[in-house]
């Protein structure tokens, strides 16, 4: 039987590798040697009879059947970090370390995010990273993230979403610009190719552009925008104009080149959401955590 061999560490290991897709990294991240997770990820590739992993002198590179057996590993690590709980066995002290992933266009949010949750939890070791909706869901999958806050664009039935905020999204323009004229523009005033957006893989991006009119979705200009900073400064050097979430509409260096409008239609924004594994046994402390973001929101910014 597989359970007479197959051990809580060595889901961990095979987590760790699929992970960092690095043997090396994975091992001091077990706190083990790389001789000794080589050797247990190939006996554990022997008894499955399949490659997790593929290996070059270069790379090593996750397989279909390894994602499988490392997503299906996290979720039995999440049930088995249910049992003290199940026999009573809690702490006061929640999350003695919390893993948080935050997408990049939720940024400017960090800070009151950090402070909040500092000041919630003082003992705790906390750790941030931000990236591409895409990257931050594979990193909770596998155990590496606790939870991530993201807009409401994922569609996992093995990820539990807990609703956080509405953030309106405004109009960025350079000042002088005809879109400016009225008071509050209207979505279909929008104008795909006289756009700047982020790159390829930002959910901002496709959420910018699902608001033009269907017939006005061409090709937005030509930028490899990175971040909102690089989208503000894009904005004001004249090259186009944008839609902003409202917690990053405002830069005071850029206040004499940069104009922000509201939309006459209240509902042009995005639902902002915190996903965890469906099989965590830290749901409702997620959801306790999730309240203590909400107030940590400055007001005015989400509705």
């Given at each position: 039987?597989?359970?007479?061999?197959?051990?809580?560490?060595?889901?961990?290991?095979?987590?760790?590798?699929?992970?960092?897709?690095?043997?090396?990294?994975?091992?001091?991240?077990?706190?083990?040697?790389?001789?000794?997770?080589?050797?247990?990820?190939?006996?554990?590739?022997?008894?499955?009879?399949?490659?997790?992993?593929?290996?070059?002198?270069?790379?090593?590179?996750?397989?279909?059947?390894?994602?499988?057996?490392?997503?299906?590993?996290?979720?039995?690590?999440?049930?088995?970090r249910k049992i003290p709980m199940m026999l009573g066995q809690t702490t006061s002290a929640r999350f003695e370390t919390l893993k948080l992933g935050v997408i990049s266009s939720l940024a400017p949010?960090?800070?009151?995010?950090?402070?909040?949750?500092?000041?919630?939890?003082?003992?705790?070791?906390?750790?941030?990273?931000?990236?591409?909706?895409?990257?931050?869901?594979?990193?909770?999958?596998?155990?590496?993230?606790?939870?991530?806050?993201?807009?409401?664009?994922?569609?996992?039935?093995?990820?539990?979403?807990?609703?956080?905020?509405?953030?309106?999204?405004?109009?960025?323009?350079?000042?002088?610009?005809?879109?400016?004229?009225?008071?509050?523009?209207?979505?279909?005033?929008?104008?795909?190719?006289?756009?700047?957006?982020?790159?390829?893989?930002?959910?901002?991006?496709?959420?910018?552009?699902?608001?033009?009119?269907?017939?006005?979705?061409?090709?937005?200009?030509?930028?490899?925008?990175?971040?909102?900073?690089?989208?503000?400064?894009?904005?004001?050097?004249?090259?186009?104009?944008?839609?902003?979430?409202?917690?990053?509409?405002?830069?005071?260096?850029?206040?004499?080149?940069?104009?922000?409008?509201?939309?006459?239609?209240?509902?042009?924004?995005?639902?902002?959401?915190?996903?965890?594994r469906g099989q965590s046994g830290e749901l409702d402390s997620f959801r306790r955590l999730a309240k203590i973001l909400v107030e940590a929101v400055p007001k005015g910014a989400g509705a």
């Open positions: 039987m597989i359970s007479s061999w197959l051990t809580l560490r060595d889901l961990e290991y095979v987590i760790a590798v699929a992970k960092n897709e690095h043997f090396g990294h994975a091992a001091r991240e077990c706190h083990v040697s790389q001789p000794t997770l080589s050797t247990q990820i190939k006996k554990i590739e022997g008894y499955l009879g399949t490659a997790l992993f593929e290996r070059t002198n270069r790379r090593v590179t996750t397989t279909a059947s390894g994602k499988k057996v490392a997503e299906q590993a996290a979720v039995v690590l999440d049930e088995a949010l960090v800070p009151y995010l950090l402070g909040s949750l500092k000041k919630a939890f003082p003992t705790s070791a906390l750790t941030l990273h931000e990236a591409k909706t895409e990257e931050l869901v594979r990193e909770l999958k596998l155990g590496g993230l606790d939870v991530v806050v993201a807009a409401d664009t994922v569609k996992d039935e093995s990820l539990t979403q807990i609703p956080l905020f509405f953030e309106p999204f405004v109009l960025a323009a350079p000042k002088g610009h005809p879109i400016l004229e009225r008071r509050k523009p209207r979505l279909s005033d929008l104008r795909a190719s006289e756009m700047v957006l982020l790159d390829e893989g930002h959910c901002l991006r496709d959420q910018s552009l699902g608001f033009c009119p269907a017939s006005r979705r061409g090709n937005p200009k030509a930028y490899h925008a990175t971040s909102i900073d690089t989208l503000r400064h894009l904005v004001a050097s004249g090259a186009g104009y944008t839609l902003l979430p409202g917690l990053a509409a405002k830069e005071p260096r850029l206040e004499s080149l940069v104009s922000y409008l509201r939309f006459d239609d209240d509902q042009v924004g995005r639902k902002v959401v915190m996903l965890c």
